[in-house]
């Protein structure tokens, strides 16, 4: 049988190429999922092969949609493409259907359980921890032996386009995002700029899809199949199978093919929003023109001594999924792109993430290293990730404001000593300075002080007075409490992610032998010893962990830098 097929090779004009059947793949790509195998010609097809790009351009035999060009053998000599029959490409694209759970970005459940109560490291690591569970393995073809891998067809690679983005961050980032399937290129051009007039979408039409829009613009370029009523069907292959998704579908112009033994991809850029790709699925990617997607807006302000504020605006795209991974990269670029990538520094970052329904998280931290970015960009992204996974309720970021303070040179002390002054022992009620000296890395000493104030119900005896950094005092209540954390409700995860200490602050806490407890994740330090005996008994069904000992008064103390180390006291009181 002998066929015609539709893209755009170049600027926004769809041209037809020839296509010759050679017959149907059974269970190609998964049971009841075939392919129909074609030799394709015409165009540059002979010189570049099936290109990355082409996923979606329509095949029509007699007149009739046979379906979509969207498989190719890697390092192919001549064009033979896999088609993806258009029957199949409808019936995975019900609107209607409900994102599984499992579909969902989740925290392993054992080995990377975060401790209660939250820190701020373990939360930004949140953000890596995923990571292996975005490589789609065998599915393309990564897993095959090398001898095999140009045997077996794959999903043509998805142009990722990087516009606006940092050398070294797009060094990076290619390389995760190859793992997931996608052909990453550094490209130009902001949406709504074309050179040349753009028609309506059409059967074979250059079609884009985002996951970036402003000042930095990161979208995947694809090829329109079929338009039924408002209905837009692409790809013929997953864009990442996620699902019901929330993404930005725009027009895309083709400014050329580049050839490659490897792989040939169209050097495109997206244009205007027209739309929403609301499915992802195995056969098919489908959307519907008109309304927009509801986007994470991110407002960055970069602030240092060198320059005048700058102000950076884009919108992410919402998925459970990929918004952390985007939002880091995007950070990652903004900072070292007008920052120092490499070298000592120090940036203060404080951000705000206002949630749909009125709910936001505000947090801090300084950071003090020689790749400062990298921490900084996490301290966002982590967040996200502990929102996204949470499994009470989806969570819709409306917007992310962070403002980041730059200084070249590292902005770090050490704690060294730490004092009461004032005689001892110490009364019931009395409110003495607490003196906190530091060391700079250049050897200067900073004092800092903060009122201790002993409760006028404290009883005599020996208290213990810890004065700590942030990571300490996370690590000493994390042993005490020994336990995962464990959030009740969606609100109970907020709280907690608002609670994160910030690493510029010195921690002080008194505390005596009594009995406390963590019952239930909640931490209630003066349990009378007839309560607790009662909330540990068996028929309770209440986990209670007690504590060796309870905090009577707490305080902490802004430093003008990041802080490391501890000190502790024997403090006597005397009623």
């Not at 970052?349 to 709910?359: C, D, F, N, Q, Y």
């Amino acid at each position: 049988m002998e066929g015609e097929g539709r893209t755009v090779f170049e600027g926004a004009t769809i041209s037809s190429f020839r296509v010759r059947i050679l017959g149907v793949l059974e269970n190609a790509i998964g049971p009841r999922h075939s392919l129909v195998l074609a030799r394709l010609s015409g165009g540059p097809l002979a010189e570049t092969g099936v290109i990355a790009g082409m996923s979606g351009s329509p095949v029509f035999v007699d007149g009739r949609l046979l379906g979509a060009v969207a498989y190719a053998f890697p390092f192919g000599k001549e064009p033979i493409a896999g088609i993806t029959p258009i029957a199949e490409m409808l019936a995975a694209s019900n609107p209607e259907a409900p994102r599984a759970a499992s579909a969902r970005l989740r925290l392993p459940s054992q080995t990377a359980a975060l401790a209660a109560p939250l820190d701020r490291d373990a939360v930004a690591a949140a953000f890596a921890r995923p990571q292996p569970g975005l490589v789609p393995g065998a599915f393309r073809g990564e897993a095959l032996p090398q001898g095999l891998g140009g045997a077996t067809l794959h999903p043509l690679a998805l142009p990722l386009v990087f516009s606006g983005f940092e050398p070294d961050t797009f060094a990076w980032a290619r390389g995760v995002f190859a793992s997931m399937g996608f052909a990453p290129v550094m490209g130009g051009g902001a949406a709504g700029s074309s050179p040349g007039p753009v028609p309506d979408l059409a059967p074979g039409a250059a079609i884009g899809v985002s996951l970036v829009e402003g000042d930095l613009d990161l979208s995947v370029s694809g090829t329109v199949t079929h338009i039924d009523q408002g209905r837009v069907y692409a790809l013929g292959h997953p864009f990442y199978n996620l699902g019901p998704t929330q993404f930005p579908l725009r027009k895309a112009w083709v400014h050329a093919v580049f050839p490659s033994l490897q792989v040939s991809w169209k050097i495109a850029s997206a244009l205007d929003a027209i739309g929403t790709l609301d499915q992802d699925r195995t056969t098919a990617v489908s959307g519907r023109l008109g309304p927009l997607p509801r986007m994470m807006g991110v407002v960055v302000r970069l602030r240092s001594p060198r320059a005048s504020e700058r102000v950076f605006r884009f919108r992410v795209a919402q998925d459970e999924l990929l918004t952390p991974l985007v939002t880091y990269v995007s950070l990652l670029s903004v900072l070292q792109g007008h920052e120092r990538a490499f070298g000592a520094a120090t940036l203060r970052v404080e951000a705000r993430l206002a949630l749909a329904g009125g709910r936001e998280v505000r947090f801090e931290d300084v950071v003090s290293s020689e790749q400062p970015a990298q921490a900084a960009a996490a301290v966002v992204a982590g967040p996200l990730a502990v929102l996204a996974a949470n499994d009470f309720e989806r969570v819709a970021v409306d917007e992310l404001s962070l403002t980041v303070d730059a200084v070249e040179g590292r902005e770090a002390a050490t704690l060294v000593r730490a004092w009461l002054d004032a005689p001892l022992p110490l009364r019931p009620g009395s409110v003495v300075p607490l003196r906190v000296q530091l060391r700079t890395r250049r050897g200067e000493t900073l004092t800092e002080t903060l009122s201790l104030e002993v409760p006028a119900s404290a009883t005599g005896g020996s208290y213990t007075l810890l004065v700590a950094d942030a990571s300490t005092m996370d690590q000493i209540e994390q042993r005490e409490m020994r336990q995962a954390f464990a959030p009740r409700d969606l609100d109970a995860l907020v709280r907690a992610l608002n609670k994160l200490r910030p690493g510029n602050r010195v921690y002080a806490r008194l505390t005596r032998p009594a009995g406390g407890a963590v019952v239930g994740g909640e931490y209630l330090p003066a349990l009378p010893p007839s309560v607790l005996s009662v909330l540990s008994s068996a028929d309770q069904g209440t986990s209670v962990v007690p504590l060796p000992s309870a905090p009577v008064w707490q305080g902490e103390i802004r430093a003008p830098r990041a802080v490391s180390g501890w000190r502790q006291l024997n403090v006597p009181i005397e009623r």
